[in-house]
């Protein structure tokens, strides 16, 4: 069946535009995670949803940073007045109670 | 709090060595344990997995055991191929409530030649 598609695949952005980030899990996934992987780093957890409420959100770096999910569907990861240290691959990653399963990310590159 | 440690590469093997990648972790309680696996230009995989104290997860060659007295999960294969070539990542997934979220570390590259 199909995986988790992310959206777009590449973005390149002025710093202080905003940016949104699109995920599509696997169907009937309930939990929906977004993570982000730093050039030379490892990957940093940034929020959880179950369902569309995000009991975790403690990995937002900060108040630029916000995400929303539709029912137990797609999800955008919005960023504003983006900064260059914002610059990452965003990884998305879906489970039903097994293990996550990861989207091919999103290259934000901020100039 | 949570944390993962892995060894640093880049690892360089010819084709047919033996592979093993450290990791060690810290956590309370008793997490679970993965090896993600990231192929040149493909999003993240998972390898395997353990889910409880000397539970061995194995897949495509590759083993790892769930060591609590040592708080290790080390990745091994006997024999590697060109194909092995990829970013290697151990994670855990604290074993508190519905969130899974995963804490990583920071991935070992591992490079095969011929």
């Known amino acids: 069946g199909a995986g988790v598609s992310q959206s777009p695949s590449n973005k390149v952005t002025e710093k202080g535009k905003d940016v949104e980030l699109r995920c599509d899990p696997i169907?009937?996934?309930?939990?929906l995670y977004w993570y982000r992987q730093r050039l030379g780093q490892g990957l940093e957890f940034l929020i959880y949803f179950q369902g569309n409420s995000a009991p975790d959100k403690s990995g937002l770096p900060s108040d630029r940073f916000s995400a929303e999910r539709t029912g137990e569907s797609v999800s955008t990861l919005t960023i504003q007045r983006t900064q260059q240290e914002d610059s990452a691959v965003y990884l998305c990653a879906s489970s039903f109670s097994g293990p996550q399963y990861f989207g091919p990310g999103t290259r934000l590159t901020v100039l | 709090g949570d944390s993962v440690t892995q060894m640093e590469g880049p690892v360089t093997l010819s084709e047919e060595a033996f592979l093993t990648i450290n990791c060690t972790y810290t956590a309370t309680g008793y997490p679970s344990l993965f090896w993600y696996v990231q192929y040149p230009g493909e999003g993240l995989q998972l390898l395997l997995k353990a889910t409880k104290a000397d539970d061995k997860g194995s897949n495509k060659g590759f083993e790892a055991t769930y060591r609590k007295e040592t708080t290790s999960f080390h990745l091994e294969k006997g024999s590697v191929q060109v194909s092995d070539s990829a970013v290697y990542f151990c994670?855990?997934?604290?074993?508190?409530?519905?969130?899974?979220?995963?804490?990583w570390g920071l991935g070992t590259s591992l490079a095969v030649n011929p």
């Open positions: 994670a855990l997934e604290p074993n508190a409530g519905n969130n899974r979220k995963l804490i």
């Open positions: 169907s009937g996934h309930t939990a």
